[in-house]
């Protein structure tokens, strides 16, 4: 098919300036909003909330970039243990962020889903994220919010419930294979990520996707969130798409 044939059947051209091969799946460490607010001598939630535009660009910048999978950490299980009007605003942000671009989620078709424990949100965010996940399920491009999560409590839900499957009589416990611990993760269909970025410069994965980065490729940046913009997307994909990736081969 020609560009312009491409064109004619809606079907998402990337822009080429931005386009990477092999990137399928970019996985985002969003931090430094905290560090951001203070160097500005403002409270920690005009970080955030500076924060939620720099999701906004970046989800635009992912569609340009051809990438399917855009998966952000929005909120740890450990960020639970921040002083409660921190959490509290952060609970409020997500909820304004969901409701604010539910409409743009749509135009632009973008599927959202969360990935974490859902069931630590308050009934009112979990109907919210209910309610746009089922109105944009259709879509094949994909943004995945990781909300209440973390790798070990991941797999630590994972591995109940295949405990329970194997108590039911519905799974032998000889059939628990990576392949089975990976279909009980909170996003089974969706690929490894094939490049983890983090920004405000710490070397640490902080519980993020745990099995499933086993061989993804990461991208340290010290600009802080707010500030990532297209320079620092550029650079992380360029990065990238020089690295040699070998999955354990020659
Ligand atoms: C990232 O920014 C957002 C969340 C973890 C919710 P931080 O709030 O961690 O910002 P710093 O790390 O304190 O600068
Ligand atoms: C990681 O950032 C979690 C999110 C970005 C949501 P943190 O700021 O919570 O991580 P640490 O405490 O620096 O490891
Ligand atoms: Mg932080």
């Not at 299980?77 to 909820?95: F, I, K, Y």
């Not at 070397?203 to 099995?211: D, E, K, P, Q, T």
């Amino acid at each position: 098919m020609t560009n312009d044939e491409l064109q004619m059947t809606g079907t998402l051209i990337p822009n080429s300036s931005f386009l990477i091969p092999n990137l399928n799946h970019l996985a985002m460490i969003m931090d430094g909003n905290g560090r951001w607010a203070r160097q500005r001598g403002l409270p920690r939630l005009a970080g955030h909330e500076a924060g939620t535009e720099t999701v906004r660009r970046v989800m635009n910048y992912c569609r340009d970039a051809g990438i399917r999978y855009l998966t952000l950490y929005a909120f740890s299980t450990e960020n639970w243990s921040r002083p409660q009007g921190e959490v509290d605003g952060l609970m409020a942000l997500l909820g304004a962020f969901i409701r604010k671009y539910e409409e743009e989620l749509m135009e632009k078709q973008v599927r959202l889903r969360t990935i974490g424990n859902r069931a630590d949100l308050s009934a009112g965010l979990q109907a919210e994220i209910a309610r746009v996940e089922a109105a944009t399920a259709h879509f094949e491009r994909q943004v995945i919010i990781a909300l209440s999560y973390s790798g070990r409590n991941e797999i630590a839900r994972a591995v109940r419930r295949i405990a329970e499957e194997v108590r039911d009589g519905t799974l032998a416990p000889e059939a628990v294979s990576e392949a089975a611990i990976a279909a009980h993760l909170d996003a089974p269909d969706v690929p490894d990520p094939d490049l983890i970025v983090r920004t405000s410069g710490e070397m640490r994965v902080s519980n993020f996707l745990l099995w499933q980065c086993a061989y993804s490729e990461f991208h340290i940046t010290p600009v802080l969130w707010p500030d990532f913009g297209e320079a620092e997307f550029k650079e992380a994909l360029e990065a990238f798409a020089k690295r040699s990736r070998r999955f354990g081969g020659v």
